[in-house]
């Protein structure tokens, strides 16, 4: 089993930013990639970013390329840093876990799931 843990969220302003962390204990040996998903109320859960054992790949969504960054100092702790937020960022965050080596950006792969922490951007 492994435990994630998400803290950093709170309610900002446009234009703003807010570090994302998430914090990995248990079974850590059997996780490789480490991604951040997000779910705004009435629609389903979506990627945002993603970063392998390694840090040395990373993935984004769309929507947050230039604005938010992946990063991991361990096994046991991985990183979003956003910067620049809109309205639209407004959601619950969830750092997730999942034994696969690459990139996967789909919920189904992910193997182990943080309670998460709401992000609120007002405009």
């Known amino acids: 089993q492994v435990q994630l843990v998400e803290s950093g969220g709170g309610l900002v302003q446009a234009g703003a930013s807010l570090r994302l962390s998430c914090a990995a204990s248990?079974?850590?040996?059997?996780?490789?990639?480490m991604g951040w998903f997000r779910q705004a109320p009435g629609k389903e859960r979506e990627f945002v970013a993603v970063?392998?054992?390694?840090?040395?790949?990373t993935s984004y969504q769309d929507s947050v390329k230039g604005r938010f960054t992946i990063s991991k100092d361990n096994a046991k702790a991985v990183y979003l840093q956003m910067n620049y937020l809109k309205p639209g960022d407004t959601a619950v965050y969830y750092c997730?876990?999942?034994?696969?080596?690459?990139?996967?950006?789909?919920?189904?792969?992910?193997?182990?799931w943080g309670q998460g922490t709401q992000v609120t951007v007002s405009s």
């Open positions: 248990g079974r850590t040996s059997s996780t490789y990639a």
């Open positions: 997730a876990t999942t034994p696969r080596a690459d990139v996967p950006v789909r919920a189904s792969e992910y193997a182990y």
């Open positions: 970063i392998t054992r390694s840090g040395r790949l």
